[in-house]
């Protein structure tokens, strides 16, 4: 009897303090995203394209899935930035580099956002259509694909089409201050019902 304050409370505490994920699956394609201004959106996610002189404009979107260019063709943009409504984990993509990250084809880089603040980077090595796993970055709110750029492996033109199309993810619920206060109050109330029954 003595520590059923204890448990209720622990329970409470972890219940409040608790992700409550929902997955979430986008198929990038022509027929899933809405032009907005520069960029293309989402149920969830916006996708944009950054620097190169070719990001005046919303990524090109087919059948097949959404690129790193303005129309389909080259120049490309130097970054296609995927930046989510929410904050999210556990979040995957899969694309196309056709080739790009294969020997002597330059460097395809993910760099991975909280907010303003970087999370870190991972160099993606499989130039193949495959399954890119973000995971171990942990909750995000963005993530930034640099287009090859690179002057260490002698490749400066920055242009190389990609292909995304899908992203996974999973939403991570964030406690607002009001559930958090109603909890407290909850909390107080059993406290306060416990010491008038010692009394």
Same mark, same amino acid.
């Given at each position: 009897?003595?520590?059923?304050?204890?448990?209720?409370?622990a329970? @409470?505490?972890?219940?409040?303090?608790?992700?409550? !994920?929902n =997955?979430?699956?986008? #198929?990038? #394609?022509?027929?899933?995203?809405?032009?907005?201004?520069?960029?293309?959106d989402?149920? @969830?996610?916006?996708?944009?394209l950054?620097?190169?002189?070719?990001?005046?404009?919303p !990524?090109?979107?087919?059948?097949?899935?959404?690129?790193?260019?303005i129309?389909?063709? $080259?120049?490309?943009?130097?970054?296609?930035?995927? /930046?989510?409504?929410?904050?999210?984990?556990?979040?995957?993509?899969?694309?196309?580099?056709?080739?790009?990250?294969?020997?002597?084809?330059?460097?395809? *880089?993910?760099?991975v956002?909280? @907010?303003?603040?970087?999370?870190?980077?991972? +160099?993606?090595?499989?130039?193949?259509?495959?399954? +890119?796993?973000?995971?171990s970055?942990?909750?995000m709110?963005?993530?930034?694909i640099?287009n090859?750029?690179?002057t =260490?492996?002698?490749?400066? /033109?920055? /242009? *190389?089409? /990609? +292909? $995304?199309?899908?992203v996974s993810?999973?939403t991570?619920?964030?406690? +607002?201050?009001?559930?958090?206060a109603?909890?407290a109050?909850?909390?107080? @109330?059993?406290?306060?019902?416990?010491?008038?029954?010692?009394?």
């Open positions: 009897m003595k520590f059923k304050f204890l448990k209720t409370f329970l @409470g505490f972890v219940l409040s303090m608790s992700s409550f !994920a =997955a979430g699956l986008i #198929n990038l #394609n022509s027929g899933s995203g809405t032009v907005n201004g520069n960029s293309l989402f149920a @969830g996610l916006s996708i944009t950054s620097g190169g002189g070719r990001d005046v404009g !990524a090109f979107a087919n059948s097949g899935g959404v690129q790193n260019s129309d389909g063709s $080259y120049p490309t943009a130097n970054d296609i930035v995927f /930046s989510f409504d929410d904050l999210v984990d556990n979040v995957t993509f899969s694309f196309d580099p056709f080739g790009l990250s294969s020997s002597g084809r330059g460097d395809l *880089w993910v760099e956002f909280n @907010g303003l603040v970087s999370l870190g980077s991972q +160099e993606v090595l499989d130039g193949n259509f495959h399954t +890119e796993s973000l995971s970055f942990g909750p709110t963005s993530f930034v640099n090859g750029c690179s =260490a492996s002698g490749d400066t /033109s920055c /242009s *190389w089409i /990609s +292909e $995304y199309n899908a993810f999973d991570v619920s964030v406690p +607002e201050p009001s559930t958090l109603i909890f109050l909850g909390l107080m @109330g059993f406290a306060s019902r416990r010491f008038k029954k010692q009394s």
